[in-house]
């Protein structure tokens, strides 16, 4: 068979405006990335922005929506941050279901659900991520959130050097990790965009006098770290007992202190430069690991993939894994339950600055259930966009 | 937007103008395609909109 077609001007127009209509297909849909995914506070929070702490985010791509309930008894204050991995779905998922059900009894509860927006925008090149991923909610409408990247969107953040130096503390990583959130801590005001993100999430920590700082993150089962809470020395021994709780409750997790020379991360820098109590916590995804198969929603909800059930087999997987996969529900479960755990001990332990948090559903409930039964169905007076 | 950003996407502009000179000059259809296939994230950056 020829394929050696002559070429004429009149082909040269028909290809170029055949990939000006592929540019405006693709453009449209990855501008619709660009838009905050919807959510529906419950009754009891106040919208604000980060750069309501950091001035220096005002109008810029990287702002991002902070939701604060104050009870009515007074306590501390806790911050759940989901979102610095878009990749990483059961954290902005988690953090999303307490924004939609949480009832704070005592204290004061703060979310931001997409801590890297940009984030959320961007996918990256060979990793063949979905786009969305899609929860029927109970009066049968469907809810979406983006799946987005580790890294901060290129179209906000450019150049990428080829060594990252992390300015407190020199320390000198690939250079890609210069687009991570969880590289970029204390931040600098007048750094890139997302060390500016990362000082305006310190802001916050310091300006609201948070006593008790999640950051929900998901990792690799081919990874040590998974399945656990890694914890600074201030948090270790609140973690040490949710650990044993949660543990008592047929949880396995792991309790992994924060290194002290590994610098940039929450669990590090959080610690060192507030009075927080920072907690990161890791579930399993095999939809962001190595050694997945076809990526697509179906193993982002499930985390079924033959590859790796061919793997535990092997004994290479750091967590249990069987044909059953690992479920968004069960790692969104493992997130709300830890966290309800951690605020019971920390009433146990620090009395005064106790947070309660009620109305939230338990692990068996949200694995039972599914995560769609407790997401709020899209509130069409305000069209579905961010309230 | 920062002057590197300026200068990047002027850079960008010129191999699109480049890009389509040559899908254009070009004689072997196959080659003309490549050139339009090329055209497209260049287009998509030069707009920043990925």
């Given at each position: 068979?020829?394929?050696?077609?002559?070429?004429?001007?009149?082909?040269?127009?028909?290809?170029?405006?055949?990939?000006?209509?592929?540019?405006?297909?693709?453009?449209?849909?990855?501008?619709?990335?660009?838009?905050?995914?919807?959510?529906?506070?419950?009754?009891?929070?106040?919208?604000?922005?980060?750069?309501?702490?950091?001035?220096?985010?005002?109008?810029?791509?990287?702002?991002?929506?902070?939701?604060?309930?104050?009870?009515?008894?007074?306590?501390?204050?806790?911050?759940?941050?989901?979102?610095?991995?878009?990749?990483?779905?059961?954290?902005?998922?988690?953090?999303?279901?307490?924004?939609?059900?949480?009832?704070?009894?005592?204290?004061?509860?703060?979310?931001?659900?997409?801590?890297?927006?940009?984030?959320?925008?961007?996918?990256?090149?060979?990793?063949?991520?979905?786009?969305?991923?899609?929860?029927?909610?109970?009066?049968?409408?469907?809810?979406?959130?983006?799946?987005?990247?580790?890294?901060?969107?290129?179209?906000?953040?450019?150049?990428?050097?080829?060594?990252?130096?992390?300015?407190?503390?020199?320390?000198?990583?690939?250079?890609?990790?210069?687009?991570?959130?969880?590289?970029?801590?204390?931040?600098?005001?007048?750094?890139?965009?997302?060390?500016?993100?990362?000082?305006?999430?310190?802001?916050?920590?310091?300006?609201?006098?948070?006593?008790?700082?999640?950051?929900?993150?998901?990792?690799?089962?081919?990874?040590?770290?998974?399945?656990?809470?890694?914890?600074?020395?201030?948090?270790?021994?609140?973690?040490?007992?949710?650990?044993?709780?949660?543990?008592?409750?047929?949880?396995?997790?792991?309790?992994?202190?924060?290194?002290?020379?590994?610098?940039?991360?929450?669990?590090?820098?959080?610690?060192?430069?507030?009075?927080?109590?920072?907690?990161?916590?890791?579930?399993?995804?095999?939809?962001?690991?190595?050694?997945?198969?076809?990526?697509?929603?179906?193993?982002?909800?499930?985390?079924?993939?033959?590859?790796?059930?061919?793997?535990?087999?092997?004994?290479r997987l750091f967590v249990p894994y069987d044909e059953n996969g690992k479920p968004l529900e069960q790692r969104v479960a493992r997130h709300v339950t830890a966290i309800n755990v951690f605020l019971e001990t920390l009433s146990l332990f620090d009395e005064p600055n106790g947070v309660s948090v009620e109305n939230m559903p338990g692990y068996g409930e949200i694995v039972?259930?599914?995560?769609?039964?407790?997401?709020?169905?899209?509130?069409?007076?305000?069209?579905?966009?961010?309230? | 937007?920062?002057?590197?950003?300026?200068?990047?996407?002027?850079?960008?502009?010129?191999?699109?103008?480049?890009?389509?000179?040559?899908?254009?000059?070009?004689?072997?259809?196959?080659?003309?395609?490549?050139?339009?296939?090329?055209?497209?994230?260049?287009?998509?950056?030069?707009?920043?909109?990925?």
């Open positions: 068979m020829n394929f050696d077609f002559k070429g004429n001007k009149i082909t040269a127009t028909a290809l170029l405006a055949l990939a000006l209509g592929v540019c405006v297909v693709a453009g449209r849909e990855f501008a619709g990335n660009a838009e905050m995914d919807a959510v529906f506070p419950a009754e009891g929070f106040q919208k604000k922005m980060l750069s309501d702490y950091f001035g220096g985010l005002k109008g810029h791509p990287m702002d991002t929506p902070v939701f604060v309930q104050e009870g009515p008894e007074p306590g501390g204050s806790v911050l759940i941050l989901g979102g610095t991995h878009p990749n990483e779905p059961s954290g902005y998922v988690s953090a999303a279901l307490f924004l939609e059900n949480a009832r704070v009894a005592r204290g004061r509860l703060f979310v931001i659900p997409f801590a890297n927006a940009s984030g959320f925008a961007n996918t990256l090149a060979q990793e063949a991520s979905p786009n969305r991923i899609r929860f029927a909610v109970l009066d049968g409408s469907v809810r979406t959130f983006r799946y987005g990247s580790r890294d901060t969107s290129p179209v906000v953040m450019w150049p990428t050097p080829d060594i990252y130096i992390h300015k407190s503390s020199g320390q000198e990583l690939a250079g890609n990790e210069s687009k991570n959130l969880n590289r970029a801590y204390p931040g600098d005001p007048e750094g890139t965009p997302v060390e500016r993100l990362a000082y305006g999430i310190m802001e916050l920590l310091r300006g609201e006098r948070i006593t008790l700082a999640f950051d929900l993150h998901e990792a690799s089962p081919e990874y040590p770290v998974v399945e656990a809470i890694v914890a600074h020395e201030r948090s270790l021994e609140l973690a040490a007992a949710a650990t044993m709780e949660l543990i008592g409750q047929g949880i396995d997790m792991r309790l992994e202190p924060s290194p002290k020379n590994l610098h940039g991360l929450s669990h590090r820098e959080w610690g060192d430069f507030t009075e927080t109590m920072p907690i990161l916590m890791e579930s399993a995804n095999p939809s962001q690991g190595r050694l997945r198969g076809r990526t697509d929603e179906a193993l982002a909800l499930s985390g079924r993939d033959k590859a790796y059930l061919k793997a535990a087999g092997l004994g039972e259930k599914g995560v769609g039964a407790y997401l709020r169905k899209p509130n069409r007076e305000s069209n579905g966009k961010p309230n | 937007m920062g002057v590197i950003t300026l200068v990047y996407r002027g850079i960008l502009a010129l191999v699109l103008l480049l890009t389509v000179r040559c899908c254009y000059e070009e004689k072997n259809f196959w080659k003309q395609a490549t050139a339009a296939l090329v055209v497209v994230p260049l287009l998509l950056r030069l707009f920043m909109i990925k």
